[in-house]
Nanobody, 122 residues
């Protein structure tokens, strides 16, 4: 059973940056593809970025492409999401997730963190 804990969220002005971290325990992180998703109040959880087990392949939602970067350090059992040029529409709770496949789909991920809040002011 993998436990995931996100950190790094906060309040930032538009145009600023944040780096989210997702620390894993209870399992071998390198066995899993990892994804970041976000959910704003009243909206469905949506895909943000994903990375395969080795870090050799990454995928992004069109809305964050060129601004966000996903990476992983399997030795530290941690996945990161570097977010630059933040916009008010990026405001949401951000979740990391672990799964067997590198996909865009919420239901393909088996383990989820509790989320970290990101608020971007205009």
């Amino acid at each position: 059973q993998v436990q995931l804990v996100e950190s790094g969220g906060g309040l930032v002005q538009a145009g600023g940056s944040l780096r989210l971290s997702c620390a894993a325990s209870g399992g071998t992180l390198s066995y899993y593809a990892m994804g970041w998703f976000r959910q704003a109040p009243g909206k469905e959880r949506q895909f943000v970025a994903a990375i395969n087990w080795s870090g050799g392949s990454t995928y992004y939602a069109d809305s964050v492409k060129g601004r966000f970067t996903i990476s992983r350090d399997n030795a530290k059992s941690t996945v990161y999401l570097q977010m630059n040029s933040l916009k008010p529409e990026d405001t949401a709770t951000y979740y990391c997730a672990a799964g067997r496949r590198t996909t865009y789909t919420v239901h393909d991920y088996d383990y989820w963190g509790q989320g970290t809040q990101v608020t971007v002011s205009s």
